[in-house]
């Protein structure tokens, strides 16, 4: 089965940039997909386009058999994001947030306070459960963005540039954590422009450029063309 099927992708903003000139890609169930290129190639507005936050141009996006124009609520039930730019409120707790957007998947309270332990501590984070978010690092509202889109279980985490600005050793750590959801069962796309990263990660890789998909093959593959 197929977590992810864009044809025919085309995104022109308002006031002419083109973002997406024209995209097609199939990501499989289960897989790692990273999505590598350089600032500007389009990685974040495909990303919009998928999570229905950027309206496309043109062409059909379908995720787990959802079409994205006929179907927006499956599909979205399908999809935790995981955004760049941190965007909860920074004076509610650390476990008000998570449990708060469980709730707005229809997620019942019992349920949602056990996968939030669940993912806090896998995270790292249970300790800081009642602290606001504001009185975060960078590296644990990162986290923090990860476990709260977890939090209504779904079938494939999208994450733009999650480890962006983190040093090395919690960069890791957030690989080994990526890694485990991938293994069981949570198909994951990332955005990145670290190629080592996508290398530590990745089962197959798109290369994007100026709003097109310059190649798209297994990890293995491009590292052997190297
Ligand atoms: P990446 O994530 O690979 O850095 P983006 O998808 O953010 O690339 O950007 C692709 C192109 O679209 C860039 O030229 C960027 O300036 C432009 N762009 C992104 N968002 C907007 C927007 N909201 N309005 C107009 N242009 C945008
Ligand atoms: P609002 O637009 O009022 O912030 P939403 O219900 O749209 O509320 O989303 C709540 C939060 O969840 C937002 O901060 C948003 O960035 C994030 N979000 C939106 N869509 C998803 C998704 N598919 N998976 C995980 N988080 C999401």
């Given amino acids: ?88 409120n920074q004076f509610e707790t650390v476990l008000q947030i998570v449990v708060n957007q469980a709730g707005y998947y229809g997620v019942t309270r019992q349920v949602a306070l056990e996968r939030a332990e669940q993912y806090l501590t896998q995270l790292d984070l249970w300790g800081k459960r009642n602290a606001q978010a504001r009185q975060l690092s960078g590296g644990m509202k990162r986290r923090l963005m990860i476990a709260r889109a977890l939090m209504h279980r779904p079938k494939l985490l999208i994450l733009d540039e999650p480890t962006a600005g983190v040093d090395i050793e919690l960069r890791r750590s957030m690989w080994d954590f990526l890694k485990q959801i991938n293994e069981q069962g949570v198909t994951i796309i990332l955005t990145t422009h670290y190629l080592e990263e996508a290398e530590m990660l990745c089962r197959n890789i798109g290369i994007i450029d100026q709003g097109m998909l310059v190649e798209c093959t297994t990890m293995k593959a491009l590292l052997s063309k190297l």
Wanted: include cysteine; hydrophobic fraction near 40%; charge should be positive.
């Fill in 1 to 88: 089965a197929n977590a992810l099927v864009i044809e025919g992708l085309k995104k022109t903003y308002k006031g002419g940039v083109q973002a997406i000139k024209s995209l097609d890609l199939t990501v499989k169930q289960g897989d790692f997909f990273a999505l590598l290129g350089p600032n500007g190639a389009g990685k974040s507005t495909t990303i919009g386009v998928i999570s229905s936050l950027v309206q496309k141009s043109q062409g059909s996006v379908n995720v787990f058999g959802f079409d994205i124009d006929k179907q927006l609520e499956q599909a979205k039930l399908c999809i935790g994001l995981v955004p760049q730019e941190f965007n909860f």
